[in-house]
């Protein structure tokens, strides 16, 4: 039953990204990533070491994902701002996969849910202004 819920998720989450707007993928990287983040601190918590690493691998993939897909030109201060933030990020989940440590995880969802925060507070008539392309 589980093996057949996640493969529903999957298939869901798929069909949505195949048509989802530039604004709207951001939106479900910043929903993966925290997820991926939660999932972490669960497994660090249960002790799962190799859950661990493989979630806290997915988070720093998908901010990754987020990094490459600032504008730099177009942004200015606030992709730079972005860009250390992201930067800050990737090195506290690489200190929490090394040191166990959720603390560093806390940090990095408190971070995740303001930014997606401001994302989402985006009005839909300015959607395709933050989109991604020409970077």
């Given at each position: 039953m589980?093996?057949s819920?996640q493969?529903?998720?999957k298939v869901?989450?798929e069909?949505e990204i195949?048509?989802a707007?530039?604004?709207?993928l951001?939106?479900?990287?910043?929903?993966?990533a925290?997820?991926?983040?939660a999932?972490s601190?669960?497994?660090?918590e249960?002790g799962?070491?190799?859950?661990?690493?493989e979630y806290?691998?997915?988070?720093?993939g998908?901010?990754?994902g987020l990094?490459?897909?600032?504008?730099?030109?177009a942004?200015?201060?606030i992709?730079?701002n972005?860009n250390?933030?992201?930067d800050?990020?990737?090195?506290r989940?690489?200190h929490?996969n090394l040191n166990?440590?959720p603390?560093?995880?806390?940090?990095?969802?408190?971070?995740?849910r303001?930014?997606?925060?401001?994302?989402?507070?985006?009005?839909a008539?300015?959607?395709?202004?933050?989109?991604?392309?020409?970077n």
């Open positions: 589980r093996g819920l493969s529903y998720r869901s989450l069909s195949a048509v707007s530039p604004h709207r951001v939106q479900l990287m910043f929903k993966g925290l997820e991926r983040v999932q601190r669960y497994a660090i249960q799962n070491i190799s859950a661990k690493g806290i691998g997915k988070a720093i998908i901010i990754n990094q490459n897909s600032l504008n730099m030109k942004g200015g201060n992709a730079a972005l250390q933030l992201y800050f990020m990737i090195m989940l690489s929490a166990n440590d603390a560093a995880l806390d940090d990095v969802s408190a971070i995740l303001e930014i997606k925060e401001a994302w989402d507070a985006i009005p008539e300015q959607h395709h202004l933050t989109s991604t392309e020409d």
